[in-house]
């Protein structure tokens, strides 16, 4: 029987690759507004550049930024682009659609639900507590926290011990194909690929660790019902043949 659904967090259940785009946009552009004396697009493209180099977590995005382009680092500049990136953030920051319908349903299954996310603990519980989404989760295990990135076993291994379950009990529904859905298939684990966000179209080397592929997280409760079905199932079948 499938005991615990597990989920990602960035594009799975809180939509924000669309965020982010419009966040770094919207920081520029203050920054820009406020004196800083560069184009859009060559101070947009420099931090992009620096984001791949450094991640998205590195807390000095705007002051490297002008070092980068060999400017003055001045605070009203730097804060201007935190502010900016902040303000849209909070005001945009939405749940991917059918989240809510479906974690209910996965709930009064009686199931219980966790996340296995990558990032900085502080902004990751962020935007689980700003979407009002925490009392559904059961555990909640960040990277940055436990000390071990997706897709290694151990993160995987650490969330199915955190429950006291065997990998074969568990699901994990993730965006992406290789930290998410290679990741839980390499201890055992079912997976269901979420198809959506900038992730949609990438990684499709790994697709074959996909056990089940969908495009709306409301097809997912079915999903384990036939997952439990066909343990169920196996597990009758072994009964039967032991007598």
Do not use: C
Not at 77 to 88: D, F, K, R
Not at 144 to 171: L, Q, S, W
């Amino acid at each position: 029987m499938i005991r615990v659904v597990f989920f990602d967090l960035d594009d799975t259940i809180a939509d924000t690759s669309k965020l982010a785009e419009m966040a770094r946009k919207n920081a520029i552009e203050n920054m820009i507004r406020h004196g800083m004396p560069v184009d859009f697009d060559t101070a947009y493209n420099e931090l992009l550049e620096l984001i791949s180099e450094y991640g998205s977590n590195f807390d000095k995005h705007f002051d490297y930024l002008l070092r980068r382009l060999d400017l003055p680092h001045k605070p009203k500049w730097v804060a201007a682009g935190v502010i900016a990136y902040h303000n849209t953030k909070f005001a945009y920051l939405r749940e991917v659609r059918h989240v809510r319908r479906t974690l209910l349903k996965l709930k009064e299954m009686g199931l219980m639900l966790g996340i296995i996310t990558d990032g900085n603990p502080i902004k990751q519980w962020e935007k689980i507590l700003r979407l009002e989404l925490d009392p559904y989760f059961d555990e909640v295990l960040i990277s940055d926290f436990v000390g071990v990135k997706k897709p290694h076993p151990k993160i995987f291994r650490k969330a199915i011990g955190k429950f006291n379950i065997e990998a074969d009990e568990a699901v994990m529904v993730g965006d992406r194909l290789y930290s998410d859905i290679y990741g839980a298939k390499q201890v055992g684990m079912h997976t269901v690929w979420f198809k959506y966000g900038k992730y949609a179209d990438r990684e499709k080397d790994y697709i074959k660790y996909a056990d089940f592929t969908i495009e709306d997280l409301k097809e997912l409760p079915e999903i384990v019902e036939v997952l439990s079905g066909e343990e169920k199932e196996d597990s009758d079948k072994k009964v039967h043949a032991d007598r």
